[in-house]
């Protein structure tokens, strides 16, 4: 393939207009669209608690090689048996929801090793936030007071769940954050994506980028050999990370995604169960409290209105 027809990272105006466009009617799919995102939530927090229990020794790079390697021929021959093309129609698009995927993935990994889980989950939650403001600022959707002041409540939680603490150092808790960013970047992309080919090409997009991506850095720094325990946590989190992520595909395909991702913050609470459980230090008191005002905020979003896109104004 010629330099000049490599897919290239799509421009924002691209995304923007590409989300634009008018989605097939797909009112009667909304329940179903509901459904396929609390079951992505379930799965994803089997997923975390897998990669928390890999623990530290396992790089998450090389979890990640793990999970693309397993998981790219058996997405190559389900994409292949649809006669799909694996690059898509729109492969602009395809590399930016791999790349920014990637991304969040890895700050999700690395914050979940590295954090009580509930803290990691509620802060790496915090995507609808920013999803708001990529949102705006890209798509011309103009957000109401009601939006803002919601994502003010949810920044004031953030603050207390991010805090530095014994338990939860600064870098750790930044981390989580910045795959909140990545994460609600990817639900702009996501959308778009969908409007143009099928959810298993826009998920083999995410492990087109990080098969190889993560086999360099795992060439660089070395091979780390898991024990049989950790090998099947691998296995566990490969199998619950791909039925979530087309689940989500799925269900982002059927919901506007300013609802769709409201549906995300059920994770929270199930990771602060699940963390119990597996011996987290016990929620202090600024901790609940910041959960509550996170949780509380991101309600308001999903009951707050957009305005949507001015043909005029589109992307910057």
């Not at 915090?126 to 949102?135: G, Q, V």
């Not at 009601?146 to 991010?162: D, E, K, N, P, R």
């Not at 506007?256 to 202090?284: C, E, K, M, Y």
């Amino acid at each position: 393939m010629s330099h000049a027809d490599r897919p290239v990272p799509a421009t924002l105006p691209e995304v923007a207009a590409a989300a634009a466009e008018p989605a097939p009617p797909r009112a009667d799919h909304a329940r179903s669209g509901v459904l396929f995102m609390v079951a992505a939530v379930l799965a994803f927090s089997v997923m975390v608690v897998c990669v928390k229990l890999v623990g530290r020794e396992v790089p998450e790079h090389q979890k990640i090689l793990v999970r693309s390697a397993v998981v790219l021929p058996v997405l190559w021959w389900l994409i292949r048996r649809k006669g799909l093309s694996p690059w898509g129609v729109k492969p602009r698009l395809l590399v930016a929801r791999g790349t920014l995927g990637f991304a969040g993935m890895w700050a999700y990994f690395w914050s979940a090793t590295h954090l009580p889980l509930g803290n990691a989950v509620l802060l790496t939650h915090a995507s609808p936030i920013f999803a708001a403001w990529f949102a705006e600022r890209f798509l011309g959707e103009r957000a109401g007071r009601g939006i803002w002041l919601a994502s003010a409540v949810c920044l004031a939680g953030v603050a207390l769940v991010a805090r530095p603490a014994p338990h939860a150092p600064l870098l750790a808790s930044a981390i989580a954050l910045l795959s909140a960013v990545g994460n609600g970047a990817t639900y702009t992309v996501v959308r778009a994506a969908t409007r143009h080919d099928d959810p298993l090409v826009v998920v083999f997009a995410l492990i087109a980028v990080c098969a190889p991506v993560t086999a360099v850095a795992t060439a660089v720094t070395g091979w780390v050999a898991p024990t049989p325990g950790q090998w099947w946590l691998l296995a566990g989190m490969t199998l619950s990370s791909v039925v979530a992520q087309v689940l989500m595909t799925e269900g982002m395909a059927r919901l506007p995604a300013s609802r769709s991702t409201n549906v995300f913050f059920l994770g929270p609470v199930i990771a602060i169960v699940w963390g119990q459980f597996l011996g987290d230090p016990p929620l202090h008191a600024l901790d609940l409290a910041g959960a509550g005002l996170v949780v509380g905020g991101v309600l308001g979003l999903a009951w707050s209105r957009t305005r949507a896109p001015q043909a005029a104004r589109g992307a910057c």
